[in-house]
Protein backbone atom coordinates (compact mmCIF):
# COMPACT_ATOMS: atom_id res chain seq x y z
CA UNK A 1 0.00 0.00 0.00
CA UNK A 2 0.88 3.47 -1.05
CA UNK A 3 0.22 6.54 0.58
CA UNK A 4 -0.67 8.92 -2.48
CA UNK A 5 -3.24 11.56 -1.06
CA UNK A 6 -2.83 14.60 1.00
CA UNK A 7 -5.08 16.79 2.53
CA UNK A 8 -4.02 20.64 2.97
CA UNK A 9 -6.85 22.93 4.74
CA UNK A 10 -6.62 26.25 3.41
CA UNK A 11 -9.56 27.69 3.82
CA UNK A 12 -9.05 30.01 7.09
CA UNK A 13 -9.39 33.54 6.82
CA UNK A 14 -5.68 34.10 8.04
CA UNK A 15 -6.22 36.82 10.77
CA UNK A 16 -2.88 37.31 11.77
CA UNK A 17 -1.60 38.61 8.41
CA UNK A 18 -4.42 41.12 8.34
CA UNK A 19 -4.60 43.96 7.07
CA UNK A 20 -2.63 41.69 3.38
CA UNK A 21 -5.10 39.08 3.65
CA UNK A 22 -7.53 41.19 3.29
CA UNK A 23 -7.10 40.87 -0.63
CA UNK A 24 -4.77 37.91 -0.78
CA UNK A 25 -4.36 34.44 0.74
CA UNK A 26 -2.23 33.86 3.61
CA UNK A 27 -0.68 31.11 1.87
CA UNK A 28 0.37 32.99 -0.92
CA UNK A 29 2.58 35.38 1.23
CA UNK A 30 5.87 34.84 0.54
CA UNK A 31 8.82 33.56 2.05
CA UNK A 32 11.51 34.97 -0.46
CA UNK A 33 10.00 34.20 -3.39
CA UNK A 34 8.41 31.08 -3.16
CA UNK A 35 4.55 31.57 -1.37
CA UNK A 36 4.66 29.86 1.98
CA UNK A 37 2.30 27.07 0.69
CA UNK A 38 5.15 25.86 -1.96
CA UNK A 39 7.09 25.08 0.96
CA UNK A 40 4.15 22.37 2.46
CA UNK A 41 3.55 20.80 -1.03
CA UNK A 42 6.59 20.31 -1.25
CA UNK A 43 7.31 18.58 1.68
CA UNK A 44 4.36 16.63 0.32
CA UNK A 45 5.79 16.10 -3.06
CA UNK A 46 8.46 15.07 -1.43
CA UNK A 47 6.81 12.34 0.44
CA UNK A 48 5.71 10.60 -2.33
CA UNK A 49 2.00 12.03 -2.66
CA UNK A 50 0.83 12.37 -6.19
CA UNK A 51 -2.41 14.29 -5.50
CA UNK A 52 -2.99 17.04 -3.24
CA UNK A 53 -6.56 18.00 -1.70
CA UNK A 54 -6.84 21.74 -0.87
CA UNK A 55 -9.72 22.41 1.47
CA UNK A 56 -10.51 25.50 0.53
CA UNK A 57 -13.00 28.57 0.15
CA UNK A 58 -14.26 31.73 -2.20
CA UNK A 59 -10.94 33.70 -2.63
CA UNK A 60 -8.48 31.29 -2.55
CA UNK A 61 -8.35 30.89 -5.97
CA UNK A 62 -4.92 31.67 -6.53
CA UNK A 63 -3.29 28.84 -4.65
CA UNK A 64 -4.83 26.26 -7.10
CA UNK A 65 -3.51 28.66 -9.89
CA UNK A 66 0.09 28.98 -8.32
CA UNK A 67 0.07 24.99 -9.27
CA UNK A 68 -1.39 25.30 -12.82
CA UNK A 69 0.40 25.73 -15.60
CA UNK A 70 0.55 29.55 -16.71
CA UNK A 71 0.82 28.75 -20.52
CA UNK A 72 0.71 32.53 -21.27
CA UNK A 73 3.25 32.96 -18.50
CA UNK A 74 5.47 30.15 -19.95
CA UNK A 75 5.05 31.42 -23.64
CA UNK A 76 6.13 34.91 -22.50
CA UNK A 77 9.22 33.40 -20.82
CA UNK A 78 10.27 31.54 -24.12
CA UNK A 79 9.87 34.10 -25.94
CA UNK A 80 12.07 36.71 -24.27
CA UNK A 81 14.58 33.53 -23.95
CA UNK A 82 14.43 33.17 -19.85
CA UNK A 83 14.86 29.66 -19.67
CA UNK A 84 15.37 29.49 -16.28
CA UNK A 85 12.53 30.80 -15.32
CA UNK A 86 10.48 29.48 -18.36
CA UNK A 87 11.50 26.15 -16.63
CA UNK A 88 11.00 26.66 -12.91
CA UNK A 89 7.43 27.93 -13.97
CA UNK A 90 6.61 25.01 -15.94
CA UNK A 91 7.99 22.51 -12.98
CA UNK A 92 5.87 24.20 -10.58
CA UNK A 93 2.79 23.92 -13.27
CA UNK A 94 3.59 20.04 -13.28
CA UNK A 95 4.58 18.98 -9.49
CA UNK A 96 1.13 17.56 -8.44
CA UNK A 97 -2.10 17.40 -9.24
CA UNK A 98 -4.45 19.56 -7.46
CA UNK A 99 -7.97 18.66 -6.52
CA UNK A 100 -10.00 21.05 -4.39
CA UNK A 101 -13.09 20.76 -2.32
CA UNK A 102 -14.85 23.56 -0.70
CA UNK A 103 -15.38 24.48 2.92
CA UNK A 104 -18.70 26.58 3.26
CA UNK A 105 -18.74 27.29 6.38
CA UNK A 106 -15.25 27.83 8.90
CA UNK A 107 -16.19 25.09 11.31
CA UNK A 108 -13.07 24.02 12.71
CA UNK A 109 -10.06 21.58 11.23
CA UNK A 110 -12.08 18.79 12.25
CA UNK A 111 -14.84 19.78 9.68
CA UNK A 112 -12.30 20.78 7.33
CA UNK A 113 -10.44 17.45 6.69
CA UNK A 114 -14.40 15.35 6.40
CA UNK A 115 -14.73 17.50 3.64
CA UNK A 116 -12.63 15.74 1.86
CA UNK A 117 -14.01 12.49 2.49
CA UNK A 118 -15.44 11.60 -0.75
CA UNK A 119 -12.22 12.42 -2.15
CA UNK A 120 -9.84 10.26 0.18
CA UNK A 121 -12.33 7.35 -0.13
CA UNK A 122 -10.48 4.22 1.99
CA UNK A 123 -7.19 5.11 1.36
CA UNK A 124 -4.42 6.53 4.00
CA UNK A 125 -3.61 9.50 3.92
CA UNK A 126 -1.66 12.49 4.81
CA UNK A 127 -2.96 16.13 6.52
CA UNK A 128 -0.09 18.95 6.65
CA UNK A 129 -1.32 22.36 8.00
CA UNK A 130 -0.52 25.27 5.93
CA UNK A 131 0.92 27.22 9.39
CA UNK A 132 3.90 25.34 9.93
CA UNK A 133 6.77 24.72 7.76
CA UNK A 134 9.56 21.96 8.17
CA UNK A 135 13.13 21.38 7.42
CA UNK A 136 13.98 17.84 7.65
CA UNK A 137 17.21 15.98 6.09
CA UNK A 138 14.19 13.40 5.07
CA UNK A 139 10.82 15.45 4.78
CA UNK A 140 8.57 15.06 8.12
CA UNK A 141 5.40 13.54 6.14
CA UNK A 142 7.99 10.97 4.42
CA UNK A 143 9.35 10.17 8.31
CA UNK A 144 5.40 9.76 9.43
CA UNK A 145 4.94 7.47 5.99
CA UNK A 146 7.62 5.31 7.37
CA UNK A 147 6.62 5.03 10.57
CA UNK A 148 2.95 4.41 9.47
CA UNK A 149 4.96 1.25 7.44
CA UNK A 150 6.53 0.35 9.94
CA UNK A 151 3.16 0.11 11.99
CA UNK A 152 0.58 -1.78 9.86
CA UNK A 153 -0.33 1.57 8.10
CA UNK A 154 -1.84 2.76 11.01
CA UNK A 155 -2.61 6.61 11.63
CA UNK A 156 0.76 8.35 12.85
CA UNK A 157 0.59 12.16 14.23
CA UNK A 158 3.47 13.89 14.04
CA UNK A 159 5.42 15.29 17.03
CA UNK A 160 7.84 17.57 18.89
CA UNK A 161 9.05 18.49 22.09
CA UNK A 162 7.72 22.06 22.99
CA UNK A 163 8.47 24.08 26.52
CA UNK A 164 5.61 23.57 28.72
CA UNK A 165 4.39 27.17 29.13
CA UNK A 166 3.26 26.48 25.14
CA UNK A 167 1.03 23.43 25.29
CA UNK A 168 -1.97 25.87 24.49
CA UNK A 169 -0.91 26.68 21.37
CA UNK A 170 -1.09 22.75 20.32
CA UNK A 171 -2.76 19.48 20.21
CA UNK A 172 -0.69 17.36 23.13
CA UNK A 173 -0.19 13.65 22.78
CA UNK A 174 0.14 10.76 25.43
CA UNK A 175 1.30 7.38 25.29
CA UNK A 176 3.80 5.13 25.99
CA UNK A 177 7.18 4.85 23.74
CA UNK A 178 7.77 1.99 22.19
CA UNK A 179 10.49 -0.86 23.27
CA UNK A 180 12.19 -1.42 19.76
CA UNK A 181 11.79 2.51 18.78
CA UNK A 182 12.27 5.23 21.08
CA UNK A 183 10.86 7.95 18.91
CA UNK A 184 7.64 6.61 18.17
CA UNK A 185 4.66 6.27 20.62
CA UNK A 186 1.83 4.30 21.31
CA UNK A 187 -0.88 6.75 21.84
CA UNK A 188 -3.43 6.57 24.06
CA UNK A 189 -4.88 10.23 23.99
CA UNK A 190 -4.99 13.47 22.40
CA UNK A 191 -6.19 16.89 24.14
CA UNK A 192 -6.26 19.97 22.34
CA UNK A 193 -4.40 23.05 23.36
CA UNK A 194 -4.30 22.30 27.39
CA UNK A 195 -3.72 24.51 30.03
CA UNK A 196 0.15 24.06 31.24
CA UNK A 197 -0.92 22.38 34.16
CA UNK A 198 -3.22 20.14 32.70
CA UNK A 199 -1.17 18.60 29.57
CA UNK A 200 -0.18 14.88 30.02
CA UNK A 201 2.74 15.69 28.24
CA UNK A 202 5.33 18.34 26.25
CA UNK A 203 4.43 16.54 22.75
CA UNK A 204 2.78 18.73 20.56
CA UNK A 205 1.73 18.05 16.89
CA UNK A 206 2.72 21.02 14.69
CA UNK A 207 -0.27 20.22 12.01
CA UNK A 208 1.46 16.79 10.15
CA UNK A 209 -0.54 13.76 10.43
CA UNK A 210 -1.03 10.34 8.59
CA UNK A 211 -4.97 9.10 9.33
CA UNK A 212 -6.77 6.35 8.74
CA UNK A 213 -9.89 6.53 6.36
CA UNK A 214 -11.41 5.69 9.90
CA UNK A 215 -11.07 9.05 10.91
CA UNK A 216 -13.75 10.35 9.34
CA UNK A 217 -16.43 8.06 10.72
CA UNK A 218 -14.76 9.89 14.46
CA UNK A 219 -14.66 12.97 12.98
CA UNK A 220 -18.99 12.89 12.10
CA UNK A 221 -19.35 11.82 15.50
CA UNK A 222 -17.28 14.72 18.16
CA UNK A 223 -19.19 17.39 19.80
CA UNK A 224 -17.79 20.66 19.07
CA UNK A 225 -14.41 21.00 21.07
CA UNK A 226 -11.93 23.91 21.96
CA UNK A 227 -13.20 27.22 21.07
CA UNK A 228 -16.91 25.99 19.58
CA UNK A 229 -15.52 24.16 16.62
CA UNK A 230 -14.88 20.77 15.02
CA UNK A 231 -11.55 19.81 16.52
CA UNK A 232 -9.48 17.03 14.22
CA UNK A 233 -7.67 16.46 17.63
CA UNK A 234 -11.10 14.99 19.52
CA UNK A 235 -11.26 12.87 16.81
CA UNK A 236 -8.09 11.40 16.62
CA UNK A 237 -8.65 10.83 20.83
CA UNK A 238 -12.20 8.90 19.64
CA UNK A 239 -9.70 6.82 17.18
CA UNK A 240 -7.12 6.25 19.84
CA UNK A 241 -10.02 4.42 22.23
CA UNK A 242 -10.67 2.11 19.01
CA UNK A 243 -7.69 1.33 17.25
CA UNK A 244 -3.81 1.69 17.26
CA UNK A 245 -2.71 5.44 16.90
CA UNK A 246 1.29 6.14 17.01
CA UNK A 247 3.16 9.67 17.62
CA UNK A 248 6.14 9.89 16.21
CA UNK A 249 8.55 12.53 17.19
CA UNK A 250 9.80 13.41 13.84
CA UNK A 251 13.62 14.82 13.05
CA UNK A 252 14.04 18.46 11.92
CA UNK A 253 13.07 22.03 12.11
CA UNK A 254 9.78 23.88 12.06
CA UNK A 255 8.99 27.07 11.68
CA UNK A 256 5.50 28.50 12.80
CA UNK A 257 4.55 30.70 10.00
CA UNK A 258 1.03 31.11 11.05
CA UNK A 259 2.19 33.57 13.55
CA UNK A 260 4.40 37.11 12.13
CA UNK A 261 7.42 36.54 14.80
CA UNK A 262 7.91 32.80 13.30
CA UNK A 263 7.29 34.11 9.61
CA UNK A 264 9.88 36.51 9.87
CA UNK A 265 11.93 33.73 11.82
CA UNK A 266 11.50 31.79 8.38
CA UNK A 267 12.71 34.18 6.20
CA UNK A 268 15.86 34.99 7.39
CA UNK A 269 16.63 31.47 7.93
CA UNK A 270 15.66 30.77 4.80
CA UNK A 271 17.94 33.85 3.50
CA UNK A 272 20.74 32.48 5.17
CA UNK A 273 20.43 29.05 4.01
CA UNK A 274 20.05 30.49 0.62
CA UNK A 275 23.59 30.28 -1.77
CA UNK A 276 22.58 33.13 -3.57
CA UNK A 277 21.54 35.54 -0.78
CA UNK A 278 23.44 33.96 2.42
CA UNK A 279 26.29 37.03 2.02
CA UNK A 280 24.81 39.55 1.24
CA UNK A 281 21.65 39.14 4.06
CA UNK A 282 24.23 38.46 6.26
CA UNK A 283 26.64 41.77 5.85
CA UNK A 284 23.31 43.11 6.40
CA UNK A 285 22.31 42.07 9.66
CA UNK A 286 25.65 42.74 10.84
CA UNK A 287 26.33 46.15 9.03
CA UNK A 288 23.14 47.73 9.33
CA UNK A 289 20.87 45.89 11.44
CA UNK A 290 22.15 45.44 14.57
CA UNK A 291 22.04 48.91 15.72
CA UNK A 292 19.08 48.79 16.11
CA UNK A 293 19.56 46.36 19.50
C1 LIG B 1 -4.27 23.25 14.87
C2 LIG B 1 -4.59 21.95 15.62
C3 LIG B 1 -3.59 21.73 16.74
C4 LIG B 1 -2.18 21.75 16.18
C5 LIG B 1 -1.94 23.10 15.46
C6 LIG B 1 -0.59 23.11 14.78
O1 LIG B 1 -4.55 24.34 15.71
O2 LIG B 1 -5.91 22.00 16.10
O3 LIG B 1 -3.85 20.49 17.38
O4 LIG B 1 -1.24 21.58 17.21
O5 LIG B 1 -2.92 23.30 14.44
O6 LIG B 1 -0.36 24.33 14.15
P1 LIG B 1 -4.61 25.87 15.16
O7 LIG B 1 -3.21 26.36 15.18
O8 LIG B 1 -5.18 25.78 13.78
O9 LIG B 1 -5.51 26.59 16.10
Known amino acids: MKIKKAVIPIAGKGTRFLPATKTISKEIIPIINYPMIYYVVKEAVEAGI ?4 FVTASGKEEIENFFDRNLEL ?3 LAERGKKEDFELIKKIGEMVNIITVRQKEQL ?6 LMAEAVVGSETFAVLLGDDITLGKTPVTKQLINCSLQNSFKSVIGVMEVPKEHTRRYGIVSGKFLKDDKQTLRMTAMVEKPAPEKAPTTLATPGRYILTAEIFDALKKIPR ?5 YQLTDAINMLCEKDEVYAHVFEGERFDTG ?3 GYIDATIEFALRDEKYKKQV ?4 EEKYLKYK
Open 225 to 229: GAGGE
Open 74 to 76: EAF
Open 108 to 113: GLGHAI
Open 259 to 261: DII
Open 282 to 285: YKLI
Open 50 to 53: EEII
